[in-house]
């Protein structure tokens, strides 16, 4: 039976390369990449078996391996994998629970990334071979890590394939391993602070002495362990990697007991009472614009993923200035105004995402200019909490009220802005955008020139009217801050402005294009 499990994956992965020529290419270049990263690993694995520095080169080995394990959990998790061994495939076979799980497990060892992983393990045991001991060690570790890292990765997968098998759970779980990304950005400043050059060993060191003890760590402990001489802690290491491996087999046994008789999950209808948004709204065309965009906001994946990452893109800027060496004074004025920036142009393509629901626009003659102002207000209501709470929580932390006038007209200036010019690129220039139900994550139907200059002149022209409330607020700043005053004024009085002439030259673009924009979502 493992045989016939065995050749099935074999045939599977055959069947990769009878895809169109461009896609082979492309595995091909995958395959190469990978195989090739694997065999400089293991020159360099290689290399280390005459290094007599067996403190450094364990503690080494013992975070990227742990590091390792659990990318092998985390990645199916967050990023889903494509089960094409699931065990519920071989549901109507008739297999026992014990062989269809010992089949499958087998079946895990054709693939890439077990190749890899072989390679890298057995360069282990070579860099452990200082003596027969040592050797048979390293050979018992690194076997019960390549069961473990395999095993883990079919647990992780069938947990991804059992509860993340609707579209709002894979949506979910890819939005919470971004979060998860920008929660570590702490640990990496911390990390790259550190002075490794003089005390980058010790840090090592230390990070090592508890992970060798943790389920993540122990089995690549052992034969470093051996080789310090420390023979007590590398047999008790190695029990504690044997459980772990005995506990895992024991969770991957029950897992294919439960997913034989789970059908796979199938995302629910809801049901909804009354009009929603249409009934608090008022009546007009504006207000059953606002009432669509509302609704949109809050059940549609395209939108509250693109609201959650408004607040991420602070923390990815401000984290390489912080490791630039930037004061933390600067620092904190950065949020709000790249949040307000972000909200702002997150509008200019808007149109675009009602794919061919726009002809309810066009065929009930919606004057362009309510349909403007309809899109507009969800935005702003969300760009005024942010600016109002943002601005008041970043003066209170610098503990300098004289910075809140500025705060409030840059902000303003790159949220109006951005809605002024997005209101007139929406209808002029809408480009693909990924149609409603499918993953906000996946790649637009068809992407051209057109999308990153819109995408850069919406951007650009938010830019430019929020320059001269950044000028004022650098010189309130450096100079006197007479000028935060200034900045304010020309920041409202700019994004006012613009919003107005956006908004009317963007709703004569709407009735004067209605049947283009119309066409344009249909070849979409």
């Given at each position: 039976m493992v045989a016939q499990f065995l050749r099935l994956k074999l045939r599977l992965l055959g069947n990769i390369f009878r895809r169109s020529t461009w896609q082979v290419v492309g595995i091909v270049i995958g395959l190469i990449y990978g195989l090739g990263l694997a065999a400089l690993l293991f020159a360099g694995l290689v290399g280390l078996r005459f290094s007599d520095d067996v403190e450094i080169i364990r503690s080494a080995f013992v975070v990227a391996g742990s590091l390792t394990v659990l990318g092998f959990i985390v990645v199916p998790l967050i990023f889903g994998v494509d089960d094409t061994m699931d065990p519920r495939r071989f549901a109507l076979f008739g297999l026992p629970d014990r062989s269809l799980a010992i089949g499958l497990a087998v079946a895990a060892v054709v693939g890439v990334p077990a190749l890899v992983l072989a390679l890298v393990l057995l360069g282990t045991v070579v860099t452990w071979s200082r003596g027969v001991g040592e050797t048979l060690l390293a050979i018992i570790a690194a076997a019960i890590a390549f069961a473990t890292c395999l095993l883990l990765a079919r647990v992780s997968t069938g947990f991804a394939s059992l509860l993340l098998a609707t579209r709002r759970a894979r949506e979910l779980s890819g939005v919470l391993g971004l979060l998860l990304i920008v929660m570590a950005s702490p640990i990496i400043v911390v990390l790259v602070s550190v002075d490794w050059e003089n005390s980058g060993v010790s840090v090592m060191e230390s990070i090592a002495a508890v992970l060798s003890w943790t389920p993540f760590g122990a089995v690549f402990a052992v034969p470093g362990d051996a080789a310090a001489g420390q023979w007590g802690a590398a047999i008790v290491k190695l029990l504690i990697a044997g459980?772990?491996?005995v506990l895992i087999?024991?969770?991957?046994?029950?897992?294919?007991?439960?997913?034989?008789?789970?059908?796979?999950?199938?995302?629910?209808?809801?049901?909804?009472?009354?009009?929603?948004?249409?009934?608090?709204?008022?009546?007009?065309?504006?207000?059953?614009?606002?009432a669509r965009s509302f609704t949109y906001w809050f059940r549609d994946a395209r939108y509250w993923v693109s609201l959650i990452m408004v607040p991420i893109v602070p923390v990815i800027v401000m984290v390489p200035l912080s490791l630039a060496g930037v004061p933390t004074e600067y620092l904190w004025l950065i949020p709000v105004p790249l949040m307000c920036l972000f909200l702002g142009w997150s509008l200019h393509n808007d149109t675009a995402y009602d794919s061919t629901a726009i002809w309810l626009h066009v065929v009930s003659g919606v004057r362009g200019i309510s349909d403007r102002i309809g899109r507009l207000v969800p935005v702003l209501i969300a760009g005024v909490l942010v600016i109002g709470l943002g601005s008041a929580v970043t003066v209170f932390v610098l503990n300098d009220w004289r910075l809140l006038p500025s705060l409030l007209g840059v902000s303003t200036a790159l949220l109006l802005g951005g809605l002024g010019v997005g209101s007139i690129t929406s209808a002029r220039f809408p480009y693909p955008a990924v149609k409603p139900g499918d993953s906000p994550f996946q790649q637009p139907q068809a992407t051209g020139t057109i999308t990153a200059l819109v995408q850069s002149i919406t951007m650009l022209g938010s830019l430019l009217v929020a320059l001269p409330a950044v000028t004022f607020a650098a010189l309130g700043i450096f100079e006197d801050p007479a000028w935060h005053a200034a900045s304010l004024a020309s920041g409202v009085a700019l994004g006012l402005a613009v919003l107005a002439i956006g908004v009317m030259a963007g709703g004569r673009v709407f009735d004067r294009r209605g049947p283009e924009i119309l066409g344009a979502a249909i070849r979409a």
């Open positions: 459980a772990t491996l087999w024991f969770g991957w046994q029950a897992l294919v007991a439960k997913m034989l008789v789970t059908p796979g999950r199938e995302a629910s209808a809801k049901s909804y009472r009354g009009l929603g948004w249409f009934d608090r709204l008022p009546q007009g065309a504006a207000g059953a614009v606002a």
